[in-house]
Every structure is written in structure tokens, then in C-alpha cells.
């Protein structure tokens, strides 16, 4: 990490370092420890610094340019959300001079200008960082300026919207009055300073631009309350008992103590969880500024389609998954994805999961030009499905109706269906691929699959059990063995229908060990590693002994072990027609990786995707996050986020996991852990590796 190049500079994103680095502190690298750490200044206000060692993998690198940007956003929260939103920081880093921007401000979202970019503070050293911020001249500043005026200063955070090229920018007429000019980077060019005449009605930027499409119930929205800006979705729309204007019921992300489940005095107009309804006049609430549309707004109403392929892309050709460098850029913002339409969500999620990043069933797209086997659906999710959405990180409804009608089904168009459905018709139907899962009981009997329904007593695992501790336990209570490594290994939770589940939350294993549930693979003792003889089922739900684990014992191992009082009733079993493990070479693991989680809440889908080896690399996908327009004329808005918060909350320990206060974490990791309905997994064998 030399030079000025991109690695010199980075933010905090895990973690603390030696030194106490918090999450969102930035930094600049001077030297590299021999362990690969990197020891480095932590700026910790202004141009502050004091040393730290940080761990290279808790960090994300940086330009000077985008880590002054950084160093103007406090508190350091703030910086780690807006470096979360890829698409609009890289915009923020590209502004010039007269851009149009559209900030936050106290008197909520308003139009600017920008005037200059203006270094704040003092260099000790060439090497320092300044703080970076925008000066911006208030679209409500209509009159020519006939002297010198201050102007505000706003950060990158302050900035929730850059619009597009396509909306004309303001015009200025320049006058023989000048402005001091601030310092400002080379990055930027050298302003002159140019005074705004009055302008006209038609050059303004369009007031619809921060409601670029009517709130209805469904729309993501935020308001302010008290001293804060709350989200929510808008539950109900009318007036209220004693109202003459139009209110808006909204069920809010977070629990507020001075608002209700929906009751409004008296009558009920919606219903939710306690502490999550506000009652706000509609005319307050705007949409989320987290989600907003970038689009002109003569196009919103027109349904986005999958940009065309040029004519060197071949539309047959082999597409791989989306690499790991190229992810977020591609595929995370709104319109990306695949779009939903018509309770097309478990579909949505579904395919959003297989093909955006895993190549674990690229080899059924793996066809030659003059091979004539393929089915005419398997092409249309081939060319119109998986292709584009590697392609152009998009993949319109109209592709998706067209591979639902397509399915040979009618009620595939137009019913929502459960994924496991879905997936046998994709697998044997579609791809004309063989079960994934070849599994034999302990009675010989043989039997194959697509997905395994996890199988258990409640009192058999722990209160928050993980997904390893659930498959080990389903498979040896009822006798179950894989009768070869699976390539795709997609697991059902343990619950009924849509709103039933068996645990509060399950902690998802990122890696899975199907060691011991292999048929005729070798096992070991699970305390001294000796080749095991015999497994005890009722130590294995003893959740004094390592839970999770499947306890296999040595002859010596399981006498010592059921000599003691409270497990000598046990009844061990022998372990036969297993090869036996010689002395003096280990038991050789097989583990498949975790690529993709389906969630549903209120009967409707949403997938956590990993993209790339990274602990970090995760994103969430949900195929109808928004609407625009009514249900006649309008069409759903899917959204793709990053969520690195994932990896650094699964990265503890799972006792730490285990132990997770729910109210604690974020709206993502809890949706994660609460709400999932279907795990997928990989051979490591065919798993990519960026």
C-alpha cells in the first residue's frame, strides 16, 4: 500500500482496531506489518491523528479524493451509509461545477446548485487530509445577488440525490462581480464565480422530481418526528375523525414509544406491531430518500426494459456469474435485479439466488451451438433471464411473465407458488437435471430430491440453533445418510406455512461440515480423532456436549464417557459398514458454502445473495421494494442493496450468536435471522472463487 494511489486511504468498516479505530473512522496507511496488518493514522477530527494497527480485512480503500469527501460527514455512522449506496456516492465524487444536487436540510428537501468545492481546515504535512465539503447555492435564491453572499456548506451525506444529465441544469448570467475562491482539488476545476439572475418557471428543476411518483399505500416514505427523520410504509390513506386534509398511516421501521398499532383514538385503520403506527398529514411524508428514483420524470411511468445487447454479444453464448469486483456496481441500486409482477416474488427471489452469483448450475447452460436438446423454456431462462441479469444486472417483468407462461403451467402466471415447487419444476422440468440429493435411510431405503425439509423436535436443539445444528439433528433422528456429496444442497427451515415457524430465529452456518452424514465415509471420534466404532444418539441432544456435533466415539472414548452417572442409561449404537480410518491419516472434510438465503414476511419473498468470497460480499434483494404508479398503469420497483453488516455479524463466534439481543441489530441482519424459510448451499468444489 504505497503511493497515492487508491490503497493509501481507507474507512474503518469492522470492528476496532488495536488503537480503538471505530467503524466509519478514516484513515491513511503508512506502513505494512509483517503479519499484513497495516499500520496507520486515524484521523479523529479535523486534521487529528494518532496511530493505530488495523487489520486489512476490516478496512476498504479509499482515493484522497473520496476519503476527504468522508472526513467532512460526522458522526462516522453516517459515512459507512453513505459509502453503502454505491451508485449515489460515485456520483457525489464526480460533481462539477453547476451540477444540480438535492439535499437534506432543516427545512427538509431542497434544490441546489453547486458553487465551489472547499477544503476546510489547515494542512500540517503535504500529506494531510483536509476536509472535503460543497458549497451550494439554494434554488430558493432567485434574485441576482449584488454582493459577495456566504454560502452553506454541506457534506456528501447531505446530499441525498444527484439527477441525471437528461434534466436541463439552471442557467446563470455572469456578471462583472467576483468571489474569492476557496482551495479546492485538483479534481475539481478552478471556479469562477458566476451570479444567478431570476429564472424562469419552465427552467426550474420539476418539483415532482422529490415525489416522482404519487404516494399510495405500499410506497416507502419519511417524515419527520420530533427532531428525527423516521421511514416507514403507508398503510392507510384517508381522513381522519375530526381531519379535514388527507392523513397517511405509516408502519414504521423502528419502534417509537409515543405512537401506536394502529389505532387512531378510538377506531383501528390499520394493523401492525405495537409501537410502530404514525398518523402524519400525507402532504408531509416524501419517499425515501434511501430508494429515490434517479429517472426523469417523463419516464416514470414507462416500465424500464433490459437494455438491448449489442450486436458482438451473442444471446447464446455462456454468460458467467457476476463477478465479485463488478457486483455492486452492476447489480445494487434501484431498478436492479429482477423486476416482480403478479405475485411473482417467490420466482423473483428464487432465480435472483441461483444464477446472479453462484455458478453451481452453469454447467446446464454449458451447450454447444448445434445442440438441439434444449427446451424452449430452458433457452428463454437462459437468454432471457440468466444473461441479461449478468449482463446488465437488470431483467425486466416482461421477461419474467413471459418465462412464467412459458412454464406449461397456468397458474404459475398468476398464483404465487412456494420455492420448493418452483425449484423441482426448474430442476426436472426445465433443466431435465437429475435430484440433487440422493439420500438412504438407515432401513436401505433409497430416495431422491430436489430440497430436504429440515425435520425436528424443538426440544432436540438449541433455543437459536444454527442451520448445522438443525441438519445434523434432522438426519440422525431419522436415520438419514447423503449417499454422495450434493453440488446444491437447498434446505427448508423448520416451518408451517407462511406465518408459522419453530424458532424465533435461526443463526445461518456459513459453512456447512457433511462429514459424518456422508454413507460409507470414514468418521472419527469427536473427541480424540481415532476412528470411531459407535454414535450416541442421546448425547448428541445433550447440549452440555458441544452441540451441534454429531457424537461419534472411539471404543476407549465411549466408555469413558457413559461411565459417568447421568449417561449410563445411554444406549450407543455401532457404527457398521463405514470404511474404517486408519491411525495415522485424518478424516478428509466435506463442506459446502452458504451462497444464498430466501426469506419470506407477510407472504411475500425477499433472497440474501453472497457474491464473492468476502465475508463482506452480501446483498439483498427484494423484486418489488417499490411502486410506481397505480395498479393499472404503474409497475414494481425491485431494489438490490449491499449489506456487508451481514459478514460482520456472522463473523463472531457462535456463542456470541447465539446470544444476539434481535432489538440491537440491523433491519437487515434481523430479517436475515428471523424471517428465513430456505437455505442454499454449495460443493465447495464448484463454488467460484474471485
Not at 457534506?155 to 437528461?166: E, F, M, T, Y
Not at 378510538?266 to 428514483?293: H, I, M, W
Not at 459453512?511 to 470414514?522: A, H, M, Y
Not at 453472497?610 to 395498479?631: I, N, T
Request: charged residues 25%; hydrophobic residues 35%.
Amino acid at each position: 500500500m504505497n503511493g497515492e494511489g487508491k490503497n493509501r486511504f481507507f474507512v474503518v468498516l469492522r470492528g476496532q482496531s488495536r488503537q480503538k479505530g471505530a467503524r466509519g473512522c478514516v484513515g491513511r496507511v503508512e506502513a505494512e506489518a509483517q503479519n499484513g496488518d497495516l499500520i496507520a493514522l486515524i484521523y479523529t477530527g479535523g486534521s487529528c491523528k494518532r496511530a493505530a494497527v488495523v487489520k486489512r480485512e476490516d478496512v476498504y480503500p479509499l482515493t484522497r479524493h473520496q476519503a476527504q469527501l468522508l472526513l467532512f460527514v460526522s458522526p462516522p455512522s453516517r459515512r459507512l451509509d453513505l459509502l453503502g449506496n454505491t451508485t449515489l456516492f460515485r456520483a457525489i465524487c464526480d460533481l462539477t461545477q453547476d451540477d444540480l444536487v438535492v439535499v437534506r436540510s432543516k427545512k427538509g428537501f431542497q434544490l441546489c446548485v453547486i458553487k465551489n468545492l472547499v477544503q476546510i481546515g489547515q494542512k500540517a504535512s503535504p500529506e494531510d487530509l483536509q476536509m472535503l465539503g460543497f458549497e451550494l447555492a439554494l434554488n430558493t435564491e432567485l434574485t441576482v445577488l449584488k454582493k459577495s453572499v456566504a454560502l452553506p456548506w454541506f457534506s456528501a451525506a447531505d446530499i441525498v440525490q444527484v439527477p441525471p444529465a437528461l434534466i436541463p441544469k439552471l442557467r446563470h448570467h455572469t456578471t462583472g462581480l467576483t468571489r474569492k475562491t476557496v482551495s479546492r482539488m485538483n479534481s475539481m476545476p478552478n471556479f469562477s464565480w458566476k451570479i444567478r439572475t431570476k429564472i424562469s418557471t419552465q427552467e426550474t428543476f420539476p418539483s415532482k422530481a422529490l415525489n416522482c411518483h404519487p404516494l399510495e399505500v405500499g410506497s416507502m416514505v419519511e417524515t419527520v418526528s420530533g427532531n428525527r427523520i423516521v421511514y416507514g410504509v403507508i398503510r392507510w390513506i384517508g381522513v381522519l375523525k375530526g381531519k379535514r386534509h388527507k392523513w397517511a398511516g405509516l408502519e414504521l421501521e423502528d419502534e417509537m414509544t409515543t405512537v401506536s398499532d394502529g389505532m387512531f383514538g378510538t377506531k383501528r385503520y390499520f394493523t401492525c406491531e405495537g409501537n410502530r403506527a404514525l398518523f402524519v398529514p400525507l402532504e408531509q411524508c416524501r419517499p425515501d430518500s434511501r430508494f429515490l428514483l434517479t429517472l426523469p420524470p417523463d419516464e416514470l411511468l414507462t416500465p424500464p426494459q433490459t437494455p438491448p445487447l449489442t450486436l458482438l454479444e451473442d444471446m447464446d453464448a455462456y454468460v458467467p456469474p457476476v463477478a465479485e469486483s463488478e457486483a455492486l456496481s452492476l447489480l445494487v441500486g434501484r431498478m436492479r435485479g429482477i423486476q416482480g409482477h403478479f405475485n411473482s416474488c417467490y420466482l423473483d427471489a428464487t432465480l435472483f439466488s441461483l444464477f446472479s452469483s453462484s455458478m453451481t448450475l452453469d454447467s446446464v447452460f454449458h451447450r454447444s451451438a448445434d445442440e438441439d436438446v434444449e427446451s424452449d423454456v430452458s433457452r428463454t431462462l437462459r437468454r432471457d433471464i440468466v444473461n441479461p441479469l449478468r449482463r446488465c444486472g437488470f431483467v425486466s417483468a416482461k421477461s419474467v411473465t413471459n418465462l412464467r407462461k412459458k412454464l406449461g403451467c397456468g397458474s404459475f402466471v398468476t398464483e404465487e407458488k412456494d420455492p420448493e415447487e418452483f425449484i423441482t419444476v426448474l430442476f426436472k422440468e426445465v433443466l431435465h437435471r437429475d435430484s440433487l440429493l440422493k439420500i438412504r435411510s438407515n432401513t436401505e431405503l433409497y430416495q431422491e430430491a430436489y430440497t430436504h425439509q429440515i425435520i425436528v423436535e424443538k426440544s432436540q436443539v438449541n433455543p437459536a440453533p444454527t442451520v448445522q445444528e438443525l441438519l445434523l439433528m434432522s438426519f440422525m433422528t431419522s436415520g438419514l445418510r447423503f449417499e454422495e456429496i450434493p453440488s446444491c444442497l437447498i434446505l427448508q427451515m423448520p416451518r408451517f406455512g407462511k406465518k408459522f415457524k419453530m424458532f424465533p430465529y435461526i443463526i445461518p452456518s456459513t459453512e456447512l461440515d457433511i462429514t459424518d452424514l456422508l454413507r460409507s465415509s470414514p468418521s472419527e471420534c469427536f473427541l480424540c480423532g481415532q476412528s470411531a466404532a459407535c454414535e450416541c444418539i442421546q448425547c448428541t441432544v445433550d447440549h452440555k456436549l458441544q452441540p451441534g456435533t454429531r457424537k461419534l466415539y472411539c471404543s476407549t472414548c465411549s466408555a469413558q464417557v457413559h461411565a459417568h452417572p447421568s449417561r449410563q442409561t445411554h444406549s450407543p449404537i455401532s457404527i457398521s459398514g463405514l470404511e474404517l480410518l486408519p491411525a495415522d491419516e485424518p478424516v478428509k472434510k466435506h463442506r459446502m458454502q452458504l451462497f444464498a438465503v430466501l426469506c419470506i414476511k407477510t407472504s411475500h419473498y425477499v433472497s440474501f445473495v453472497k457474491y464473492g468470497p468476502s465475508p463482506k460480499s452480501w446483498l439483498f434483494f427484494d423484486s418489488m421494494a417499490d411502486r410506481c404508479g397505480d395498479d393499472s398503469n404503474g409497475y414494481n420497483v425491485p431494489v438490490v442493496r449491499a449489506c456487508p453488516e451481514i459478514g460482520d455479524f456472522l463473523s463472531q463466534p457462535e456463542d456470541k450468536l447465539a446470544q444476539a439481543d434481535m432489538s440491537q441489530t440491523s433491519e437487515l441482519v434481523c430479517r436475515l435471522l428471523c424471517d428465513s424459510y430456505m437455505y442454499l448451499y454449495q460443493s465447495t468444489a464448484t463454488s467460484r472463487q474471485d
